[in-house]
């Protein structure tokens, strides 16, 4: 079993910057994938950034130059650094980690950017 938490969430004005982090139960430097995806009110859970096969980098367009996703593995920690935030990016980000073919959901934390 992994647990997975986010922090970092809350209520920004667009232009602005948010730091999310997501801690691990277990060391993030195991998981085959781990990283962020996002669902907006009314819409599907859709890619943001992940880390894949511990090198591999993929970010959504939408976020491509303004996110940048990053991890520590001696904190086990996984962040997301958004900067010139858009009402459109307001949703709730979740953490996802896959690890031993089982993929793992933290509970989200809610972002909200104000126009």
């Known amino acids: 079993q992994v647990q997975l938490v986010e922090s970092g969430g809350g209520l920004v004005q667009a232009g602005g910057s948010l730091r999310l982090s997501c801690a691990a139960s277990?060391?993030?430097?195991?998981?085959?994938?781990v990283g962020w995806y996002r669902q907006a009110p009314g819409k599907q859970r859709e890619l943001v950034a992940i880390?894949?096969?511990?090198?591999?980098?993929n970010t959504a367009d939408s976020v491509k130059g303004r996110f940048t996703i990053s991890r520590d593995n001696a904190k086990n920690t996984v962040d997301l650094q958004m900067n010139s935030l858009k009402p459109e990016d307001t949703a709730v980000y979740y953490c996802?980690?896959?690890?031993?073919?089982?993929?793992?959901w933290g509970q989200g934390t809610q972002v909200t950017v104000s126009s």
């Open positions: 996802y980690a896959l690890d031993l073919g089982r993929g793992y």
């Open positions: 277990k060391s993030i430097f195991s998981f085959y994938r």
């Open positions: 880390i894949s096969s511990r090198v591999t980098t």
